[in-house]
């Protein structure tokens, strides 16, 4: 992990712009309601998008829940009461501050301005040219508002989540009381987030609805710092596990003047991105705020009670966008290199993560004796990971569309599959190819994929 002496800029090939359009051409990432001109930062995700993304979300599941005995899971309510916000402080403070340039009629984010390009000039920031006309700050609610029934008034005012959080403290009561947990426990949470962004951007960087990965970590208050370094620590190497370059992930606490309300600590897990080092993960000690806002405002209370003990848990809370954990990986795994005086792209993802793990491919498309052999195979490997077939255009045309979708492997039938049983298994990363039984094909598979994977470089 990077430390004293870090970089300062990217290191490799990617673009947020290369990586646009690789999402696009290769079916990951589209703009929405593309053929109406879209909708500012607004995406749909594609096939390769979809399993990429379900990839994500199992690995997080897999730490989180899965491999844990300390963990819950929970799916709660897009729409809650809207008094949750209220006591949760959202509706008096979410707000982030906003300048309006009355020259270029563009609006800012009055804190990233140093961050933002001027409406006139491109290479200058707002308020740097002499053209520039800027408001005075103002501060602009977040949360995006909506009307539950059938009148439209201020009694039926409510609003999408801006985060997956108060789902989970409001069902705090329900949880102890139905399950086998007591602190130290999580209760984990994926789920859909909507935030009214003044300025959204950088592809999937900043969005207005996203996916949250939220888990709350309930533990005895004296024990707070102590579980706020571990879980510090646990994320980091989460994301280097899958193979995040140590070289580009860094810890940065928070200061005094960058804690919300609720956070006595904060430290966020940042990725070099191709836009500089930003936040890739929020790891926060939350105190007992939630739950004493949410006790005072409803009338539960909202405390352990134990054998000979009886507080209010310090929350631990680690928070990551599922889009955002997407883009790194995509940026971390981009690369360009020439083989053969070709140029080649590539998505060197950790195989977990890879949206198709394995292509079979017939070396001739239309000879009947190798797709009797290679509709076997493939038909029996989709069953236990995610494969494609692809008969279509030459061979090597065929492994680049497949290096540009990250597929780790491909596995190709051949004439000399036809006479003594073997095929050709291609290893993306290293273009290494080896003879293999096609009847051990699977087998050799499921166990790479359990093996320790590591980045380039």
Known sequence: MSAPGQLEQFEGDATIEKVASLCRRRGFVFPTSDIYGGLGSSFDFGHYGVLLTQNIKGEWQRSMIQERDDMVAIDSAVILNPQVWVASGHVAGFSDPMIDCRTCKLRFRADHLGQSACGKRPSKHPGEHSECDLTEPRHFNLMFETHVGAVRDDAS?????????????????????????????????????????????????????????????????AEADEWHRYWIEQRVNWHLNLGVR????????????????????????????????????????????????????????????????????????PAIGVGRAFLTFLCDAYDEEVVAERPRTLLRLHPRLAPVKVAVLPLIGRDAAMVE????????????????YD???AIGKRYRRQDEIGTPWALTIDEQTLADG???????????????????????????????????G
């Open 391 to 393: 008969d279509t255009a």
């Open 373 to 388: 052999k290679a509709r076997p195979l493939y038909e029996d490997l989709r069953r236990s990971m995610s494969a494609e």
């Open 246 to 317: 140590p070289s580009h992930l860094r810890v940065r606490a928070h200061d005094a003047s960058e804690l919300s309300h609720y956070s006595s600590a904060t430290s966020d897990i940042e990725y070099l991105f191709p836009i500089g080092w930003q936040e890739l993960e929020g790891v926060a000690n939350r105190g007992d705020y939630d739950l004493r806002q949410h006790s005072e405002a409803s009338g539960t209370k909202l405390e352990w009670i134990g054998h000979e003990e009886r507080y209010v848990p310090y929350v631990i809370e």
């Open 157 to 221: 005012v409510a609003y999408l989540r801006p985060e997956t959080a108060q789902g989970i403290f409001v069902n705090f009561k329900d949880v102890t009381s139905s399950l086998r947990v007591k602190p130290p426990f999580g209760i984990a949470q994926i789920g859909k987030s909507f935030r009214n962004e003044i300025t959204p951007g950088n592809f999937l960087f900043r969005v207005r609805e996203f996916e949250q990965m939220e888990m709350e970590y309930f533990v005895p208050p």
């Open 422 to 456: 073997t095929i050709t298994l291609r290893d993306r990363d290293t273009l290494q190819q080896e003879r293999i039984p096609l009847d051990g094909a699977k087998q050799l598979l499921q166990d790479r994929l359990e093996q320790p994977w590591h980045p380039r």
